[in-house]
């Protein structure tokens, strides 16, 4: 059975960085892209970042794009969610996601597996 295990989440203020990981078990882990969706209070589940099966290929939300970097180390079978200059409206749940091939993909539909959540808050 796979599981991804999101940690790292927490209030932080505005301008701040944060790191947030996924561990993955139940499967080659690197056989697949991996991504990141956030789901803000009120709102739809909403696309952040992906990563294809070694890394080469990633894709951002143009409201991420040049604060966040999504990365992964398939010897320890972890994604992690870098994110710099964080705003108010960064504030959300987020979600790790485990994909159905190797390549980094943005439809959530297209995507097997998700782990629990982690919030990240982020203050004025």
């Known amino acids: 059975q796979v599981q991804l295990v999101e940690s790292g989440g927490g209030l932080m203020q505005a301008g701040g960085s944060l790191r947030v990981s996924c561990v993955a078990s139940?499967?080659?882990?690197?056989?697949?892209?991996m991504g990141w969706f956030r789901q803000a209070p009120g709102k739809e589940r909403e696309f952040v970042a992906a990563?294809?099966?070694?890394?080469?290929?990633?894709y951002y939300a143009d409201s991420v794009k040049g604060r966040f970097t999504i990365s992964r180390d398939n010897a320890r079978n972890t994604v992690y969610l870098e994110m710099n200059n964080l705003k108010p409206e960064d504030t959300a749940v987020y979600y790790c996601a485990g994909g159905s091939s190797h390549y980094a993909q943005t439809d959530g539909t297209q995507f097997q597996y998700w782990g629990q959540g982690t919030l990240v808050t982020v203050s004025e």
């Open positions: 139940g499967r080659t882990f690197s056989s697949y892209g």
């Open positions: 990563i294809s099966w070694i890394g080469r290929d990633t």
